[in-house]
């Protein structure tokens, strides 16, 4: 059915495109291979949401995140996390100041690394709790509060976390609630034997990148409402519920595997993630209405960090992944009313 789209929404969503694919050459020119993480990364920016890398050290992580802040124009900062990182070393503290000419005392706030519109949070599960903690209010709220006061982060305000699923000694590891906090979790692999000579024919031979600008704050401001306008249909959203409801063991949509090895499923967040996301997707096919095909793109990523598996299922060896691609297999695109 043709929709009657306004032609400023359709001109924005043709532009949106452009940049997108704009943006992937930009740190293309960084970045070698990594498309499905390239692409998580920005459809979490332009959903206004942030993202959790987990992968060993050494894959270019930190690089992607940098690469993105100067396609990007946006001010970037990047905090290495240790156990002995207090939340006053990311968020700012309070100090007191003295003007030379009349000796006058002062309060004033001495901002931390935190503000800053590109966050990267390297080895975020090596912080204590209190310090995950302050990291993760701010993602949420948008704002710092120091004795009282409140602090707008300035906008677009995106936060890149990373985790080293290996070494885990020393580490305090994000509890599944801080977890939920975050839009996507992105599994970074190793390179393939082609993308290996690639990166070594760029980095062992003097090669510097030039990264050109591609869009400014108010831009990506403005491509995450256009994202919120794409239509999703009651059936494709209801799709997004079932899929969901789909990781609660004993629930009416659960399927034989979740009800075996899953101990706790997503909460709304998974729904609103994979409703958001998919939008991102149907715009990047050049439509303004969700399918069922956008949604299935959405569901691992944003659902893999919210399923806690049971006893059984760590015995296993089994992943998140796993569940999913299962309850994807097996939950039906349209049923009952909804068809």
């Given at each position: 059915?043709?929709?009657?789209i306004?032609?400023?929404?359709?001109?924005a969503?043709h532009?949106?495109?452009?940049?997108?694919?704009?943006?992937?050459?930009?740190?293309?020119?960084?970045?070698?291979?990594?498309?499905?993480?390239?692409?998580?990364?920005?459809?979490?920016?332009?959903?206004?949401?942030?993202?959790?890398?987990?992968?060993?050290?050494?894959?270019?992580?930190?690089?992607?995140?940098?690469?993105?802040?100067?396609?990007?124009?946006?001010?970037?900062?990047?905090?290495q996390?240790?156990?002995d990182?207090?939340?006053?070393?990311?968020?700012?503290?309070?100090?007191?100041?003295?003007?030379?000419?009349?000796?006058?005392?002062?309060?004033?706030?001495q901002?931390?690394?935190?503000?800053?519109?590109?966050?990267?949070?390297?080895?975020?599960?090596?912080?204590?709790?209190?310090?995950?903690?302050?990291?993760?209010?701010?993602?949420?709220?948008?704002?710092v509060?120091?004795?009282?006061q409140?602090?707008?982060?300035?906008?677009?305000?995106?936060?890149?976390?990373t985790?080293?699923?290996?070494?885990?000694?020393?580490?305090?590891?994000?509890?599944?609630?801080?977890?939920?906090?975050?839009?996507?979790?992105?599994?970074?692999?190793?390179?393939?034997?082609?993308?290996?000579?690639?990166?070594?024919?760029?980095?062992?031979?003097?090669?510097?990148?030039?990264?050109?600008?591609?869009?400014?704050?108010?831009e990506?401001?403005?491509?995450?409402?256009?994202?919120?306008?794409?239509?999703?249909?009651?059936?494709?959203?209801?799709?997004?519920?079932?899929?969901?409801?789909?990781?609660?063991?004993?629930?009416?949509?659960?399927?034989?595997?979740t009800?075996?090895?899953?101990?706790w499923?997503s909460?709304?967040?998974?729904?609103?993630?994979?409703?958001?996301?998919?939008?991102?997707?149907?715009?990047?096919?050049?439509?303004?209405?969700?399918?069922?095909?956008?949604?299935?793109?959405?569901?691992?990523?944003a659902?893999?960090?919210?399923v806690?598996?049971?006893?059984?299922?760590?015995?296993?060896?089994?992943?998140?992944?796993e569940?999913?691609?299962?309850?994807?297999?097996?939950?039906?695109t349209?049923?009952?009313a909804?068809?």
């Amino acid at each position: 059915m043709a929709q009657n789209i306004d032609p400023r929404v359709e001109k924005a969503a043709h532009e949106f495109c452009h940049k997108f694919q704009r943006l992937r050459e930009e740190i293309g020119k960084a970045i070698v291979g990594q498309t499905e993480i390239v692409d998580g990364v920005l459809v979490c920016l332009f959903v206004g949401g942030h993202a959790l890398l987990e992968g060993v050290p050494g894959l270019g992580k930190t690089y992607l995140i940098r690469t993105l802040a100067q396609a990007l124009s946006l001010d970037f900062k990047r905090i290495q996390f240790t156990p002995d990182l207090m939340p006053a070393d990311i968020i700012g503290t309070t100090i007191i100041s003295e003007e030379p000419a009349t000796g006058r005392r002062d309060f004033q706030f001495q901002k931390g690394p935190l503000f800053a519109q590109m966050v990267l949070a390297d080895e975020i599960n090596r912080a204590t709790p209190k310090t995950q903690s302050a990291l993760l209010e701010a993602m949420q709220e948008h704002t710092v509060t120091v004795g009282g006061q409140r602090y707008p982060l300035q906008e677009p305000f995106f936060v890149m976390a990373t985790q080293n699923p290996i070494e885990q000694e020393g580490t305090y590891p994000l509890p599944e609630a801080q977890l939920d906090r975050f839009f996507y979790k992105l599994i970074v692999e190793y390179a393939s034997r082609e993308e290996l000579k690639t990166i070594l024919d760029r980095t062992t031979t003097g090669h510097q990148p030039k990264i050109e600008p591609v869009m400014t704050a108010e831009e990506i401001i403005g491509s995450q409402r256009l994202v919120q306008r794409v239509i999703i249909a009651p059936h494709v959203q209801d799709y997004a519920i079932r899929l969901t409801l789909a990781t609660h063991p004993d629930g009416e949509f659960a399927t034989e595997m979740t009800n075996k090895y899953v101990r706790w499923g997503s909460s709304p967040r998974g729904a609103q993630a994979v409703s958001l996301a998919s939008k991102v997707h149907a715009l990047l096919e050049g439509r303004f209405n969700v399918s069922f095909d956008d949604v299935k793109k959405a569901a691992v990523p944003a659902l893999r960090h919210r399923v806690l598996l049971n006893f059984e299922g760590e015995a296993e060896n089994l992943r998140t992944d796993e569940i999913i691609a299962d309850i994807l297999n097996h939950t039906p695109t349209m049923i009952g009313a909804a068809a």
